[in-house]
């Protein structure tokens, strides 16, 4: 019974049969004046009956003639997570809503703009000095119904810049589609463009697609090889995946493969190509194969190191404790006039410190300072909890007041590091007086 009352404030309005005629509908007024209402003040006196409101639901009467009790009409709400068609609909709808329109008075302008029998470089003359994409995009449709004109590299190259450039990726992906459907059409140019947008995407699946299309055997005469910017472009993309250890390790492989190829089709890797399976071995943490990278910089890849070659290096050698080849290297990438990063001092100074060399890392401390190098968090409290477990609390606290009165700690930094010691010795800080 709740159900059908319930059911009947949804519709508001009847609750009847299509054939139903006028004669069989009863009034819900006149239905309930036979029935008392118990929730009534006077709901005792058997004399006294409900009264509706405004609300007059009427009845059909063909099926059954039992008198139904009523409940009270109640909007009750649903606490049910809505299911995930529903959530799909719904953002659909509020893309398809938040997105822009074609401005018709840009495009007509657009339009006149190309002479009755244009060209392609004319068509991407007008492209190119768009500033919609949506423009940009309807003036490459118009174009392709148009008779005897076909897209060529500059139009396709034009139109895909303007859309990727705007992260139109999806009509971007129709028009390279487009692109790959038709035979020896392109250029390095473009394609390079193509997987530098698709890597932005983070659609590295369409990139090596059209990585591998460059790469057909039927293109073996064209111009739009794969060279050197299209490697490193996909370098940078596979080594941007995150800072974990394992996803770098599973893509390692890839980069190592793409390297491999490279070298196998004749193309000699720059110091950008280095430092990128450089830094993809530190992060998969492979540091040999990193180091055996950087001894044959010279001697096979005719490349010389600069400050990134040492700074991966550094970080990761200090990372697996070995602090001895760390400090070497960081001598010779001074030794060559390079400044180690904040990255390769503040790994330098950790490792020292946690290795027992407490001079010493409070030594590199200070000389990153001169360097205008930022020493980050963790790195004091490193050398300062190394300073307490292994010296005396009052040689701590003349550390934390020495980088007070240098000022390289700010109010709430120092704080911070003054908690610290608390919550680790407890009353011995606040027994120690700094004089």
């Not at 020292?352 to 407490?358: Q, V, W």
Request: aromatic fraction near 12%; glycine fraction near 4%.
């Amino acid at each position: 019974m709740f159900s059908f009352a319930r059911n009947c404030f949804k519709y508001r309005s009847t609750y009847f049969r299509r054939d139903a005629s006028n004669q069989n509908m009863l009034s819900i007024n006149s239905f309930c004046q036979k029935f008392p209402d118990p929730n009534h003040p006077f709901g005792k006196n058997p004399h006294q009956t409900r009264k509706f409101g405004p609300f007059l639901f009427q009845i059909n009467t063909n099926h059954s003639q039992l008198p139904v009790s009523f409940a009270p009409f109640y909007s009750h709400y649903s606490t049910k997570a809505p299911s995930r068609s529903y959530r799909r609909r719904v953002r659909k709808r509020l893309l398809k809503a938040s997105m822009p329109t074609l401005d018709q008075a840009q495009f007509q302008l657009a339009l006149s703009q190309l002479p009755p029998r244009f060209t392609p470089q004319e068509l991407c003359n007008v492209i190119t000095h768009q500033n919609d994409p949506l423009v940009c995009l309807e003036l490459f449709h118009w174009a392709s119904q148009q008779p005897r004109f076909r897209h060529d590299e500059s139009t396709f190259h034009v139109t895909i810049k303007k859309l990727g450039a705007a992260n139109m990726y999806q009509e971007m992906d129709d028009i390279v589609n487009q692109l790959l459907a038709v035979p020896f059409i392109g250029s390095e140019a473009l394609f390079n463009t193509v997987i530098y947008y698709f890597t932005q995407a983070r659609r590295l699946t369409r990139a090596v697609h059209v990585f591998k299309h460059m790469k057909s055997p039927r293109n073996l005469n064209s111009c739009f090889r794969p060279s050197l910017r299209t490697y490193n472009i996909l370098f940078a993309a596979f080594l941007g995946r995150g800072n974990n250890s394992y996803i770098n390790h599973v893509y390692m492989e890839t980069l190592r493969c793409l390297f491999r190829q490279m070298v196998n089709d004749g193309i000699k890797p720059d110091i950008f190509s280095l430092n990128t399976m450089i830094k993809g071995y530190v992060l998969s943490l492979h540091v040999n194969d990193a180091l055996r990278i950087f001894h044959q910089l010279g001697v096979i890849y005719d490349c010389q190191p600069n400050a990134l070659t040492y700074d991966c290096l550094i970080h990761g050698l200090c990372a697996q404790g070995r602090t001895n080849n760390g400090k070497e290297l960081c001598y010779e990438m001074k030794s060559k006039g390079f400044v180690p990063s904040s990255k390769s001092y503040n790994s330098l100074v950790s490792s020292l410190a946690l290795g027992g060399e407490i001079e010493e890392a409070v030594n590199y401390l200070w000389e990153m300072t001169d360097k205008q190098r930022s020493v980050d968090f963790i790195t004091y409290r490193t050398v300062l909890d190394e300073i307490c477990r292994r010296g005396t609390i009052q040689e701590g606290m003349r550390f934390l007041q020495e980088l007070q009165e240098k000022d390289l700690v700010d109010g709430y930094a120092y704080r911070k590091l003054l908690y610290v010691l608390e919550d680790d010795y407890g009353n011995s800080v606040s027994n120690v007086g700094i004089q």
